[in-house]
């Protein structure tokens, strides 16, 4: 068995962004050499999420007027997290509906997508540097 | 190690349908020969999703309503990604809720499921052909 | 390649709680003496979820007002599973959104985890015996 692991940083202008990483994703498998196996791509932050869907601007404007919808960053106060000084406790709500991780198989030395399949990195409370995991096991 | 690939390949007659694949998936891991590891079943589309709970006709309507409560169909022309001509943008939301993928434990050549959990297809956007991804790894 | 399998049993005093259980997957971990691999963490029931986020208990309270408010317990006459004779319809939604499992990498012989990722088992109908499964494969 082999295992490789490697992270993603970003730093995003925005406190809301979504970042695609498929070809980081399949750069990483490419080093790690593994032909057969599974390849984990998670947040390593509570406020942030991977997930896996389409590359197209107006769904992820869609996305994120969703995850307003359900939970709004405003107003600050309505939310018991944020009596501890943060202000961020929907980006905690939002990542945990888009999701922290995906698991996508690896064959033949490539990620093993469908036609349409993007990995992103979802930031809900940005500006400040912060990281992915990829960690690959196979052989 | 040894890994093991397959596809399961639907084409639903409505637009929204709820499979159950738990004898599909067991009968994958029977063909791996993989008595201990990790079962990944993820759909390859992005207005499907794969998820585990009851197989009860109830709870699957339950769930139906409450996606289409909270990322309703109609009106299409309310999402963004329908203006480049789909009218699919409800099926990418409501699959992120439930799920693109499960990871299993194989545990003695079987799944290692509780006694209740059902692994289901979901299918957001139907009436073609799509399919879900099984990869199994392990020894 | 190795693996490991470990049962977590819960019997919850309230409907609904969220309990951490870093401490006991790091356990499992160092018990296996896999250095590098992964491990999954699931409910083995339908009204119970696995999620990573913070253990502040303000959050927590968030969390559990913003799934009662999506998916609210009352009026139980409100879900066509409840016809079953159930009353945990509520229940099945809310693990759906938290989540069933999380996949988390081992690096080191050490759960790789972010500075504030916690793990959870959050239970949405307790005051019974219930349990998750801790999978580690690796070597």
Redesign the interface.
Known sequence: ?I?Y?KELWFNTKTRRNYINITGDVQEAVEKSRIR???C?V?????TAGV????D????I???DD?LER??PHEPVSG??????GEDN?DA??K???????????V?DGRL??????QIFYAEFDGRRRK?A?I?I???
Do not use: P
């Not at 998670?42 to 509570?46: P, Y």
């Not at 990542?95 to 198989?105: K, L, P, S």
């Open positions: 068995m295992s692991r057969e196996g599974l984990l998670n947040a390593m932050h509570i997930y896996i869907n389409d197209e601007l107006g769904l404007k869609d996305y969703f359900l939970a939310y018991r997290h944020n009596l501890t406790a905690h709500l990542r945990q509906i888009m999701g922290r991780e995906v698991v996508v198989a064959t093993d997508l469908g036609a349409w399949e990281r995991l960690k096991i196979g052989e």
